[in-house]
């Protein structure tokens, strides 16, 4: 039974709507990339940088997460990252993907803004005609650096806005809520751009809020916390808002303690507008499928509930409506 579940989960086409392209850092192209642009990991071998990751908590994460992005460089680092996910996109059936990128965590390190969107901008271009996968690019803002910051990083944007479908917010979320960044959201709306940002997550369902009224999101990234406020469920439902959610992410972050603890199927149950996804793969254990396989082990996810998943998805996405069609029709006929 769980195995024709895999198969239902590996034949149906998907859209991934949360993954940081530098969470995609496998510990083997870590290695190598420091090699090639001469820097010093604090790490002997490849064995050692995934044995490092025992976090527990968001900050946690988050500090190794930075330091592994240190050696990313050049263009052609960012292509080969960004290669290296879509690869793993076309293996799964990761048809159509929404990339989050931190340029802050580039910029401040001495990276050109061009640097970082051309090399995963030129990638995702070559993927749509070679591998045949749809994306969009949505550029975060740090909310643990000020609202100047952000404000420099929209405006380093602009000449690159042909590339970019919209802004979110991520990093350390507890003490730094939504409303510290309402301004700078205003203006990326003023630019035509949508607005996501990571909310109840570790911070409370007052963040959830914050982003829906303040920043005037199309989705919320994580929301789990919303769970426990059920006029914000009520008002999730009724406004279809998507929660991209991140299973294995949870796990490893301790938003949850088990992954039979995960609460994806009271989500569905409750009329939530759930998705999967990975998050930062190359951190928390896996890709699209083996987020879904997770769930299917530990939670008894059905066969109905993993369309539900993959149809919201595709509806959450930025795509337009005939490409939404098109990917809808197909997952009808493989259901
Ligand atoms: N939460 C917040 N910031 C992040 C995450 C996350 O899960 N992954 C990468 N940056
Ligand atoms: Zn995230």
Request: proline content about 5%.
């Amino acid at each position: 039974m769980t195995d024709d579940l895999k198969q239902l989960i590996r034949r149906l086409p998907k859209a991934e709507l949360h993954i940081h392209i530098e969470g995609s850092l496998e510990p083997a192209m870590m290695f190598e990339l420091a090699g090639r642009n001469g820097i010093e990991l604090p790490y002997p071998d490849v064995e050692s940088i995934a044995q490092a990751y025992n976090f527990n908590c968001l900050q946690d994460f988050l500090d190794l997460y930075y330091q592994g992005m240190s050696v990313l460089q050049t263009r052609q680092d960012f292509y080969d990252l960004t290669w290296a996910y879509l690869r793993r996109c076309k293996q799964q059936n990761v048809m159509h993907c929404e990339i989050f990128f931190d340029p802050q965590g580039h910029t401040e390190r001495g990276i050109p803004f061009e640097t970082v969107i051309n090399g995963i901008g030129t990638a995702l271009e070559d993927a749509t005609t070679e591998l045949g996968i749809s994306s969009r690019i949505i550029m975060c803002f740090l909310r643990h650096l000020d609202e100047k910051s952000a404000f420099d990083t929209l405006e380093a944007s602009k000449p690159h806005l042909d590339r970019i479908t919209g802004v979110g917010l991520d990093s350390s979320e507890l003490g730094f809520p939504p409303s510290l960044f309402q301004r700078v959201f205003d203006d990326a709306a003023a630019l035509g751009l949508k607005r996501v940002a990571h909310a109840g997550e570790e911070g409370p369902p007052d963040y959830v809020y914050q982003a829906l009224d303040l920043l005037g999101v199309d989705r919320i990234d994580h929301g789990n916390r919303s769970l426990e406020d059920t006029e914000l469920i009520e008002r999730l439902v009724q406004e279809r808002m998507p929660l991209t959610v991140c299973p294995q992410s949870n796990l490893r972050l301790a938003v949850v303690d088990s992954m039979s603890d995960h609460p994806i199927r009271t989500m569905l149950a409750k009329g939530l507008n759930v998705c999967i996804n990975s998050d930062d793969p190359a951190y928390f254990g896996g890709y699209v499928n083996e987020n879904f396989d997770a769930l299917v082990d530990a939670t008894g996810l059905t066969g109905d509930e993993i369309v539900q998943l993959v149809v919201n998805g595709f509806e959450s996405s930025f795509l337009d409506g005939p490409d939404k069609r098109k990917y809808l029709d197909q997952i009808n006929e493989l259901r």
